[in-house]
């Protein structure tokens, strides 16, 4: 990857030197793209998927970002299981040192009216999702809160401010893990936890975006026009935001969701 595709050239080499990012769902087109930039500054890392080859690739293809990046890839991990992240994390810390931020980017995600959800459809988006995050924080904190910079991003979306038809299930996820983050705020700011929300808009080349445009591509069309910052956003976009809340120029920002979305929400009612 190209390094303008995926990094401003505003940041500093090496600000992240010594830090280590534990990152699930980081073999996903959004997460894995914030790894790289991470690692591309200093981070060592470790990303976490269900797939084993996926996973395991994603890492080696993220460590090329920076000669002598440690990365490691947990394939074959359900955010589901407690037990599988409490082990994650115990060789993540074995093997990096330490666990510096999290990013919880782990989600579930299909197009269905609600006439065609099951149940069990509704439960599995939330299980991945909420109860997914509230494992990895779990599993997380108590090596964050050895850190002197214990920070956690959680990949949200926009579409929940409104609701959205087809995507009952991951908009009632999204809006609890928005509130997961501002609890966890309130409950370990105290301690020196920042938990913020990075809610991307409709960004281009994800498997997300492709999903929700692909029976109507005219729709997506018609989304990419009115966006009121005049473009579709980039992995760079949501790269750079993440370098910028794990950076020493964003420690006073706790308990927040940050559309990065080119203000499209608000126009839109959501992406
Ligand atoms: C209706 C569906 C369905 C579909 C699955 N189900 N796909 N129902 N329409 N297209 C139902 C199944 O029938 C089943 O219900 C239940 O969901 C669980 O299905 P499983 O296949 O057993 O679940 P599982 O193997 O755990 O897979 C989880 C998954 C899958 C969410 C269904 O898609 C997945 O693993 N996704 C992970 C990758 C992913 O989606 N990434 C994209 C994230 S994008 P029954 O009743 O039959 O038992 C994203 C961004 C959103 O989140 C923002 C966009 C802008």
Known sequence: ???????SPVWRDGIFKGRVVFVTGGAGTICSVQTRALVRLGANACILGRNVEKTEKA?????TARPGAKVIGIGGCDVRKPEALQAAADRCVKELGGID??????AGNFIVPM????????????????????????????????????????VSATFHYTGAPLQAHVSA???????LAASVALEYGPLGVQSNVIAPGGIEGTEGLARLSSDRPE?????KKQIP?????????????TIFLFSDAGTYINGQVIP???AAWRRQGGA
């Not at 890492?59 to 460590?63: G, L, M, P, R």
């Not at 910052?229 to 935001?241: E, F, K, N, P």
């Open 229 to 241: 910052s005049g473009r579709i956003g980039t992995v760079r976009d949501i790269a750079d935001a």
């Open 115 to 154: 006439s065609g959800m099951s149940s069990n459809a509704f439960k599995s988006v939330m299980d991945i999702d909420v109860l997914g995050t509230f494992n990895t924080i779990k599993a997380t904190m108590p090596h964050l809160l050895r850190s002197s910079s214990p920070r956690i991003i959680y």
């Open 219 to 223: 729709d997506m069309e018609a989304y």
């Open 260 to 262: 990065v979305d080119g």
């Open 59 to 63: 890492a080696e293809d993220i460590a």
């Open 1 to 7: 990857m190209n390094e303008s595709e995926y990094l």
């Open 101 to 106: 931020f999290v990013i919880a980017g782990a």
């Open 173 to 179: 996820a999204k809006a609890a893990i928005d509130s």
